[in-house]
Structure formats: C-alpha cells, structure tokens
T-cell receptor, first 114, second 114 residues
Framework: AQKITQTQPGMFVQEKEAVTLDCTYD???????LFWYKQPSSGEMIFLIY??????QNATEGRYSLNFQKARKSANLVISASQLGDSAMYFC???????????FGQGTTLQVKP | EAGVAQSPRYKIIEKRQSVAFWCNPI?????LYWYQQILGQGPKLLIQ????????DSQLPKDRFSAERLKGVDSTLKIQPAKLEDSAVYLC????????????FGQGTRLTVV
C-alpha cells in the first residue's frame, strides 16, 4: 500500500528566507512519481513540481526544488527566497502502482512573515 | 486550454437529503479522480476512473456514495442520503494518467450538510 506522510502541520518562515517542507513516502513500487501542490486560502490546487523515481537529478522549478533521497524515501520541498504570496497549504502527493493511483499527504501550512 | 470544470461551487443541504456534483475534465484526459477534502486535511481519494471504467473505489462509502463517468468524459458524484460528516470540499481532477503527468484540479464544490 502507498502512503505519504507530512509531519509538519505548520511552519513559519521569514520573508526572503528559504524553507524546507518535509515529505516521506512508502511504496513497494519501483516506478512512481512524486508531486507537490500548493493550496492557497482560495482553495485551488496548484501544481508546483514533479520528481520521477528514476530521475537522478533533483527537480527544480524556479524558486522550488525537490530534495529527493530515494533510499530514505523522502521528497522534501525547498522554497528559496520566500515571498508573502507563498503563504498557503502545501501537499506532497505520489502516483504509483498498476492503477497510477494519486494519493496525498496531510499537508503543511506555511506562513511567511514580513 | 479550458481547465477542469465543476458545478455547483457551493451547496447546502439538510442531512438525509441527496446531492449530486458534476465534473467536466480537460479534453483528452483519460484519468479522472474525485477527492473529498475535509477542512484542514489532505484530499482523500474517493474514486478513480480510467476512461469510463473504475480503477479504484476502495475509499468510497458505497452505501451512500456513487459515481459514474459515462462515455469516458463527464462524471457525476452522488451522495444519498447525506450525513453531517459529509461536509467537505469535493475536488475533481483529471490527467493523462501516466506516472509523470500532473493532475489538474477543478475549483471544487463546497458541501455543507446541516
């Protein structure tokens, strides 16, 4: 069975600083994908970044990077130079298995302080 | 490109009433997901369709929830009868289905059961 765990219910970061949001996962699949989504207070789900299980390089998208440690089954999101607009809930998700089921973690609420 | 469309945006019903939600995925997306998101929690997968077939409904409370995806395009999710604990946002998402493709989400339907 697949499982995603996000252990930080809430995080604070100072504007312009970097922050790391933790995500660990569990799966018996060899091939899987890891995703991060942002959900502002408006409720929309915004895709941020993707990492494939066979990708050797860590994924980066602008100020977002994914610290992928396959042996530790972790896929932490790093946001550099935090902005006030980054305040939102962040979800780690995994797709895998024969059916490509997409499951989500519990989320981390990030608040950026001015 | 049009996004995932959902309706209605908001719905208030009394317990024991029935309600239906509609979702129109992005054109060409074979995979369609319905999620239940309770306030402050991560999205919980209720059902996943591949074209018009169900590939996972293990967390769908089948005694009261039903879903269909006729002709592999639009989908409806129904609750009958509703309970107070069904109050949540119901999110529809679609994707091409491969492991490395992100899912796109609709705006969601906020259901309040009173």
């Amino acid at each position: 069975a697949q499982k995603i765990t996000q252990t930080q219910p809430g995080m604070f970061v100072q504007e312009k600083e970097a922050v790391t949001l933790d995500c660990t996962y569990d799966t018996s699949d060899q091939s899987y994908g890891l995703f991060w989504y942002k959900q502002p207070s408006s409720g929309e789900m915004i895709f941020l970044i993707y990492q494939g299980s066979y990708d050797e390089q860590n994924a980066t998208e602008g100020r977002y990077s994914l610290n992928f440690q396959k042996a530790r089954k972790s896929a932490n999101l790093v946001i550099s130079a935090s902005q006030l607009g980054d305040s939102a809930m962040y979800f780690c998700a995994m797709r895998g298995g024969r059916d490509s089921k997409l499951i989500f973690g519990q989320g981390t609420t990030l608040q950026v302080k001015p | 490109e049009a996004g995932v469309a959902q309706s209605p945006r908001y719905k208030i019903i009394e317990k024991r009433q029935s309600v239906a939600f509609w979702c129109n995925p992005i054109s060409g997306h074979a995979t369609l997901y319905w999620y239940q998101q309770i306030l402050g929690q991560g999205p919980k997968l209720l059902i996943q369709f591949q074209n018009n077939g169900v590939v996972d409904d293990s967390q769908l409370p089948k005694d009261r929830f039903s879903a269909e995806r006729l002709k592999g395009v639009d989908s409806t999710l129904k609750i009958q009868p509703a309970k107070l604990e069904d109050s949540a946002v119901y999110l529809c998402a679609s994707s091409f289905g491969q492991l490395n493709t992100e899912a796109f989400f609709g705006q969601g339907t906020r259901l309040t059961v009173v």
